[in-house]
């Protein structure tokens, strides 16, 4: 008796490994709920089957079946997007004749018969204070960003030119993909050579990087002792060169 429960114990172990592997597989033939495996799929044009197979759905079981999901990436570009006027106001008669610095104002500039830069030649920029960079790419080296500014202003009806006057810079930039990342811009005695005010790293400036340029602390002119007769009516403009360069 003792011989015959052990015969049937390990008969029975037995016939469990020998079922299981078909189990496993059970789903994975025609009329069965699915899904497929690497050697049945419901799609005729795979070659691991032809047309004709199907799971079935019964009112005990579901039928199912996989397929694929899949995209591929199609990068975008580095773009220099909005850069900003700077009006620095009504500059005093003093600060003109002793040196001094002048703060920003805001960055509404004047345009047409007034202006010897808006609509002459520096023609892009906006009225809102906005500096921003769209960094589409993906994977990077990074970008810079530099600005220059010629330190001759000039009016446009004819009073004497004002010269080796410089910019300064100072914000905090906000990134649309590491919202807590704060990118400094950053450039002191800025004329007429490229200084280099931003820098993203590989791992810095993806998506969109904008400073708004509208505080007084953000910007301001050094101005130099000016030797010319000075009317107080001119308008003066001059004109900032912003260059976005690829890699860090």
Do not use: C
């Amino acid at each position: 008796m003792k011989h015959t429960k052990i015969g049937l114990i390990l008969t029975g172990l037995l016939a469990g490994l020998l079922i299981a592997p078909g189990v496993a597989n059970a789903a994975a033939t025609e009329g069965g709920t699915g899904p497929g495996d690497a050697t049945y799929n419901l799609s005729a044009n795979t070659a691991v089957t032809s047309g004709g197979n199907y799971f079935a759905a019964t009112t005990a079981e579901t039928g199912s079946a996989k397929s694929t999901a899949q995209f591929t990436i199609k990068a975008g570009t580095l773009q220099l997007f909005a850069v900003p006027d700077l009006n620095f106001g009504q500059v005093p008669m003093s600060t003109l004749l002793n040196g001094g610095t002048q703060q920003l104002q805001d960055s509404n500039v004047a345009t047409g018969d007034t202006a010897s830069s808006k609509d002459r030649e520096a023609f892009d920029g906006n009225n809102k204070g906005l500096l921003a960079i769209k960094d589409m790419r993906g994977a990077t080296t990074g970008w810079k960003l530099s600005a220059a500014m010629n330190p001759t202003f000039k009016d446009q009806k004819g009073a004497p030119d004002l010269t080796n006057i410089a910019l300064n810079l100072k914000a905090t930039g906000k990134n649309s993909v590491n919202t807590t990342e704060a990118l400094p811009l950053a450039g002191t005695n800025i004329g007429a050579t490229a200084t280099n005010v931003a820098t993203a790293t590989g791992t810095t400036g993806k998506g969109d990087t904008t400073w708004n340029l509208t505080d007084p602390t953000n910007a301001n002119l050094t101005i130099p002792k000016q030797a010319a007769n000075i009317p107080s009516t001119a308008t003066y403009q001059s004109t900032i060169t912003w260059t976005l360069a690829v890699g860090a």
